[in-house]
């Protein structure tokens, strides 16, 4: 009854008030036609207006988009931008087809101006991922195509985008992550997107072993890699005494790109050439002594 109301601009007392007057019954019947055609034609004009409007934001946001991209906005800025100005323009395309069905603005906005404490307690997760969203695009501490690992859960990835609301990382598997962006900004992140690398393994050799002629396999190994930068640091040293073995650390440094392939390879290779070289790579054991009386 009330939708009706609002669609014909009547009041309920006026049409209780009609309904009382003899021959109003058939009236209505007569004129129900009538106003169900009017009825389907607003309809089909709202629809109309809503595909149009549809187009008009997708028209908008590349516009937005094209030219941030000009202006050499950051990816991440181009995405948050654009997820915004989606929402908002959608949010006033329903306003704008809702007035045309006889609904006041004003009267929306005073009942969303009513309720606003409790969407606000409702939604305060997500407008906490909104200001962290805010947050990370003032203060960056990553970009999109930084490698970044968030402390709280460990996740840790390649940042594809930054909404408004969330994060989405690629994982060196494949597999996406999305993270909230309020949850960013609250904690620590290890961003590992500078241009150079160090990697640190540790190789653990027997007590019985030259442990002079281990270090020169060990250098060499670093000095024959291609990827290894040998402007940078290589260092092969004693890190530990062991319960077992004598722990010797292996460092250098790789481009961004070639890091994970490097260490991979290093590894292997260390581990060959100590082979080769006849150096034992003791495993964890227990010496027990028996005293008999």
Same mark, same amino acid.
């Given at each position: ?79 948050? #931008?654009?997820?915004?100005?989606? $929402?908002? *323009?959608?949010?006033?395309?329903? %306003?704008?087809?809702? &007035?045309?069905? +006889? ?117 060499? #190994?670093?000095?024959?890699?291609? $990827?290894? *930068?040998?402007?940078?640091?290589? %260092?092969?040293?004693? &890190?530990?005494? +062991? ?51």
């Amino acid at each position: 009854m009330v939708d009706f109301c609002l669609l014909t601009g009547t009041s309920v007392e006026e049409i209780f008030e009609e309904l009382k007057q003899p021959g109003v019954v058939e009236k209505y019947l007569s004129e129900l036609p009538e106003k169900a055609l009017h009825l389907g034609v607003r309809v089909l004009l709202a629809l109309l207006a809503f595909i149009i409007g549809v187009q008009l934001i997708k028209l908008i946001r590349k516009i937005v988009k094209k030219s941030m991209t000009r202006a050499g906005a950051e990816t991440g800025a181009v995405q948050f #931008v654009d997820s915004f100005i989606k $929402a908002a *323009l959608y949010v006033l395309l329903v %306003l704008m087809i809702a &007035s045309s069905f +006889g609904v006041e603005a004003a009267s929306i906005v005073a009942l969303l101006g009513s309720a606003g404490v409790a969407i606000g307690l409702a939604v305060q997760g997500s407008l906490s991922n909104l200001a962290g969203g805010v947050l990370i695009l003032l203060l960056k501490p990553f970009r999109v195509g930084d490698y970044i690992q968030e402390s709280a859960t460990g996740y840790e990835g390649t940042v594809k985008e930054i909404q408004i609301f969330y994060t989405k990382l690629l994982t060196p598997d494949n597999k996406a992550v999305i993270l909230p962006n309020g949850q960013l900004a609250n904690n620590s992140i290890v961003n590992a997107s500078q241009k150079e690398r160090r990697m640190d393994i540790v190789v653990g050799v027997s007590y019985k072993a030259d442990l002079k002629r281990a270090k020169e396999v060990l250098e060499a #190994v670093l000095r024959e890699d291609e $990827a290894v *930068l040998k402007d940078k640091d290589i %260092l092969v040293f004693v &890190s530990e005494l +062991g319960s077992s073995s004598v722990d010797i650390g292996v460092r250098c440094w790789f481009s961004k790109e070639d890091f994970w392939p490097g260490k991979w390879r290093v590894t292997e290779n260390c581990k060959l050439a100590l082979d080769a070289a006849g150096i034992e790579i003791p495993f964890n054991q227990l010496d027990v002594h028996v005293n008999s009386r």
